[in-house]
C-alpha cells in the first residue's frame, strides 16, 4: 500500500513539474466561488479577509490562498 501511495505521489509531482499553473482540478487564479463549486465549502476560513470575504480557505490539511481580489494565488 505505502508503494502505491508513493507512486501517485511521484506521478502527481511529475506532473506539476511539466505544468506547475495545472494542479488539477484547481488553477491559479480561480475566484474563491469557483474553488467551493469544486470542492464545496471548506472546513474552515481565516479570520482576515478583504471585501468580507476569507483570504484563506482551509480543505482538510490544504489551505488555498487568495490575494485581496480572491484570486487563489498560493497553496
Not at 11 to 35: A, H, T
Request: proline share 5%.
Amino acid at each position: 500500500m505505502a508503494k502505491e501511495k508513493q507512486e501517485k505521489i511521484n506521478i502527481w509531482r511529475n506532473q506539476i513539474l511539466q505544468n506547475p499553473r495545472d494542479i488539477l482540478p484547481l488553477k491559479f487564479g480561480m475566484s474563491q466561488d469557483e474553488v467551493i463549486e469544486i470542492f464545496g465549502y471548506p472546513d474552515a476560513v481565516s479570520t482576515m479577509r478583504s471585501d468580507g470575504k476569507p483570504l484563506i480557505l482551509k480543505y482538510r490539511d490544504i489551505e488555498l490562498h487568495f490575494d485581496g481580489k480572491t484570486i487563489m494565488d498560493s497553496i
